[in-house]
Structure formats: structure tokens, C-alpha cells
């Protein structure tokens, strides 16, 4: 046993050491939580500040306190 696990995005094996544990809080509430290699952790902060850019939609649910906690 390694303890890796597989990255939540790619399904590639990550070692412990490499491993990110993304958490998206939207308030104070846990909406969001994978273990990501560090590509696809880049990608995933890529894609969460383009789906969180302020835009003209009825998206009420996602106003307020959010924060990305990094681990
Ligand atoms: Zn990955």
C-alpha cells in the first residue's frame, strides 16, 4: 500500500506528496471536495474562477461568502 489515490479528474494515481484537496465553501457550507494531481488542480481553479465570474443569470444560490480552502 502507497496510500496514493487517484486523481478525481484524470484517474491517474497521485502520490500523497503531490496531492491537492480542493474544498469550494459557498456559504460556509461544503459544496465541492476532490483530490486533484497538481495539473488537474490548475485546471480546476481555471475553470471554478471562470464559472464564478459575475455574470447576468438568476445564480441568487452562489452569492456570499466562498473561498477556496487549499490543503
Ligand atoms: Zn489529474
Redesign the pocket.
Known sequence: MTGSEP??????P?EEALARTVQLNVDRSEVDSQR??P??FADWIERYRTEMQPQARGDDEIRGDSDIIVD
Open positions: 486523481c478525481d479528474a484524470c484517474g491517474d497521485i486533484l494531481c495539473s488537474c
